[in-house]
Nanobody, 128 residues
Framework: QVQLVESGGGLVQDGGSLRLSCAASGRTFSSRAMGWFRRAPGKEREFVAA????????NYADSVKGRVAISRDNAKNTVYLQMNSLKPEDTAVYYC?????????????????????WGQGTQVTVSS
């Protein structure tokens, strides 16, 4: 069992920055790729970014590429999402997710179906 707790959300102005954190419980963190997803009001959940279990590979949605960076610290069981140049359309609840345990050091997934565990989310609001 893995518990995920997101933090770092809040209200920021257009063009501002936020750093989200996701702390994971348990001993399997370093064996799992991690992802960030978001759900905006009235919209379906969408992929934002993913990172392989070693951090050697990352993957981003086109909508955030160049503005967002995902990273992880396996010693701290934590994954981060640095978001810069935020836009009002980035307003959403952001969710951290843990993928299944895997041997590959370079696998990432953009599909929600691949992920076994989800956090409760943190609200990000970007005002214009």
């Amino acid at each position: 069992q893995v518990q995920l707790v997101e933090s770092g959300g809040g209200l920021v102005q257009d063009g501002g920055s936020l750093r989200l954190s996701c702390a994971a419980s348990g001993r399997t963190f370093s064996s799992r790729a991690m992802g960030w997803f978001r759900r905006a009001p009235g919209k379906e959940r969408e992929f934002v970014a993913a990172i392989s279990r070693t951090g050697g590979r990352t993957n981003y949605a086109d909508s955030v590429k160049g503005r967002v960076a995902i990273s992880r610290d396996n010693a701290k069981n934590t994954v981060y999402l640095q978001m810069n140049s935020l836009k009002p359309e980035d307003t959403a609840v952001y969710y951290c997710a843990a993928d299944q345990i895997m041997m590959s050091a370079l696998v990432t997934s953009s599909s929600p179906a691949s992920y076994d565990y989800w956090g409760q989310g943190t609200q990000v609001t970007v005002s214009s």
